[in-house]
């Protein structure tokens, strides 16, 4: 009996406890840096081929509106509770095809939970380690390395001829990189168009691929895009 009077006891301590106003702005101010500072890392160091600037303003809805629910539950275990059952029925309808994309999603929603909670200090730090070690990750990567999207366009005049020009465009960059990924296939009865994520350790090796296809298909287009250079406007 006693054992049910403590859980009453706790239960009504929790419903009561109030929701500080001046602690939920100062968090919410910080999550807006943060929010800030994971936006302008994606916009810098992101490689997704969407517009990363109209993206990253994501960030500072999911990471404010994380800290506004975390502060509210945690006052109430009957918001808590409730919380629960709402969210059941909510549905995202559209898909994070980029798993970055989803990495930075995740950060956000971390900080948000953090600072909701009320672990400011330790929330802070590790959103600025977790960012401080992916830029190094990815600075490395950039100096080893250099990340092309190559666009080819060819016309064609039958479907056989679209599996041997396929064939042969693969052979001519596979004879000048070790890493090529085909992202891409659009073909029509007139067209083919192929895009490839090519990862170069010089430009010599992209001047001999677009040599090389230029000799044998002398109608073919070609364009090409540094990875790093996608505008983010």
């Given amino acids: ?32 840096i943060l929010a800030l500072l994971i936006k302008f890392h994606y916009k810098k160091y992101g490689s997704t ?20 629910v975390i502060s509210i539950v945690k006052s109430s275990l009957a918001l808590s509770l409730g919380l ?4 059941s029925i909510v549905r995202f ?5 980029e798993p970055e994309e989803l990495a930075y ?11 909701g909670a009320n672990q400011t200090i330790p929330t802070i730090v590790s959103v600025i380690f977790i960012l401080v070690s ?8 950039v100096e080893k390395e250099k990340n092309m999207y190559i666009t080819i366009n060819y016309e064609i005049t039958s479907e056989k001829e679209t599996v041997k020009i396929l064939d042969n465009i693969n052979q001519i960059i596979s004879n000048e990189l070790n890493s090529f990924d085909l992202r891409r296939v659009d073909t029509s ?10 990862n170069l350790k010089n430009i010599k090796s992209l001047e001999k691929i677009i040599e090389k296809l230029q000799k044998d298909y002398p109608k073919i287009s ?10 983010s406007i």
Avoid at 84 to 87: P, Q, R, S, T
Avoid at 134 to 141: A, G, Q
Wanted: no cysteine; glycine share 4%.
């Fill in 105 to 115: 999603l995740f950060i956000s929603i971390a900080a948000g939970l953090g600072l």
């Fill in 84 to 87: 629960v059952g709402a969210l």
């Fill in 49 to 68: 081929l969407s517009n990363r600037n109209e993206f990253s303003n994501v960030f500072i809805f999911v990471l404010l509106t994380t800290v506004l």
């Fill in 134 to 141: 992916m830029t190094i990750l990815k600075f490395r990567k």
């Fill in 189 to 198: 009865q007139n067209s083919i168009e192929l895009n490839y994520l090519v």
């Fill in 1 to 32: 009996m006693l054992e049910n009077f403590k859980l009453l006891d706790e239960w009504r301590a929790l419903e009561a406890a109030p929701l500080s106003t001046n602690s939920l702005l100062i968090n919410l101010f910080i999550g807006f």
């Fill in 93 to 97: 309808r559209t898909p994070i095809k």
């Fill in 222 to 231: 070609i364009n090409y895009l540094d990875q790093n250079q996608v505008p």
